[in-house]
């Protein structure tokens, strides 16, 4: 007896980290680097997460064109948040605090401290946080 595999379709679903992403090209290499091991038999569904910069342009539909040609099928769901961090550090609450001291210790070569502000920024607009 020899097993011979009939599905020739794979439904995924995906999660695509952007933190830090800052031009509309690092969002579609992003996305492309995901989708690198799909198919013509694949229906996909990618979730974009994390924290851009404030003014990242993200099109779903200009994505789903660019990168679903080659797939059966192609969902984006946009969760990424866009930050702003100089306006928010502006803040007069904890949030404003947190991102202002984040951003002097990153002045300073903290290594960690950019890393961290996306987490804070994340962790205030109720983002599920996943080092």
Known sequence: IEPVGLARTRLIECDVRLDGATTERAVLAGLESALADCGAGDYVRARLLGTVAHGTRIDCELLGERCGAR????????????????????????????????????????????????????????????P
Do not use: C, S, W
């Not at 928010?88 to 605090?97: D, I, K, S, T, W």
């Not at 950019?114 to 607009?125: I, P």
């Open 71 to 130: 797939l059966a099928a192609l969902e984006i769901i946009d969760r990424t948040i866009g930050a702003d961090y100089a306006e928010l550090a502006q803040q007069p609450n904890v949030r404003g605090h947190t991102v202002r001291d984040l951003l002097e210790r990153m002045k300073t070569g903290d290594a960690d401290a950019e890393r961290a502000l996306a987490y804070v920024v994340a962790a205030f607009e109720g983002e599920e946080i996943a």
